[in-house]
């Protein structure tokens, strides 16, 4: 799998995003080391505390499924679902990667022209971790 394949599938993904209120749709594929792909849209909601990133989305149904070994994660994002600028991970759903994967977990994102790689290591430095619990 490609980055250019999962790119594609995130961006597949920005279709089924519920974003009433912001209109920024979101789309994201999780790609597991055995192969498997879990995809995620976000799902916001009128009390907008509810809502979720389509990081997360995509990241609770693969460890729903048992998955727990994790590899790249393509993003795409953008008003109406026009993908013109990178989307980076919000701050939670870097942290709710970090509880699953290792530095170097790669986030791949795309402005529709240009995919860009970062390690996970990069985006959320001296981060807190299961390892910080003992847990690892
Ligand atoms: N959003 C994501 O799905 N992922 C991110 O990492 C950034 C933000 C969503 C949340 C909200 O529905 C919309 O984009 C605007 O913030």
Same mark, same amino acid.
């Given at each position: 799998?490609?980055?250019?394949?999962?790119?594609?599938?995130?961006?597949?993904?920005?279709?089924?995003?519920?974003?009433?209120?912001?209109?920024?749709?979101?789309?994201?594929?999780?790609?597991?080391?055995?192969?498997?792909?879990?995809?995620?849209?976000?799902?916001?909601?009128?009390?907008?505390?509810?809502?979720?990133?389509?990081?997360?989305?995509?990241?609770? @149904?693969?460890?729903?499924?048992?998955? $727990?070994?994790?590899? $790249?994660?393509?993003?795409?994002?953008?008003?109406?679902? $026009?993908?013109? @600028?990178?989307?980076?991970?919000?701050?939670?759903?870097?942290?709710?990667?970090?509880?699953?994967?290792?530095?170097?977990?790669?986030?791949?994102?795309?402005?529709? $022209?240009?995919?860009?790689?970062?390690?996970?290591?990069?985006?959320?430095?001296?981060?807190?971790?299961?390892?910080?619990?003992?847990?690892?």
């Amino acid at each position: 799998m490609t980055n250019a394949d999962l790119i594609a599938l995130a961006r597949e993904m920005t279709l089924h995003s519920y974003a009433p209120y912001s209109h920024f749709h979101v789309g994201a594929a999780l790609l597991c080391r055995d192969g498997r792909v879990y995809t995620g849209c976000n799902i916001e909601n009128a009390a907008f505390g509810p809502t979720v990133c389509a990081e997360r989305v995509a990241f609770f @149904s693969a460890v729903r499924d048992g998955a $727990r070994d994790f590899e $790249r994660i393509a993003i795409v994002g953008g008003e109406e679902g $026009r993908i013109t @600028s990178f989307t980076p991970p919000c701050g939670v759903c870097r942290q709710v990667m970090r509880e699953f994967c290792r530095d170097d977990f790669t986030v791949v994102l795309s402005d529709g $022209r240009e995919i860009r790689e970062f390690p996970l290591a990069a985006l959320l430095p001296q981060s807190f971790s299961p390892a910080d619990l003992g847990k690892e």
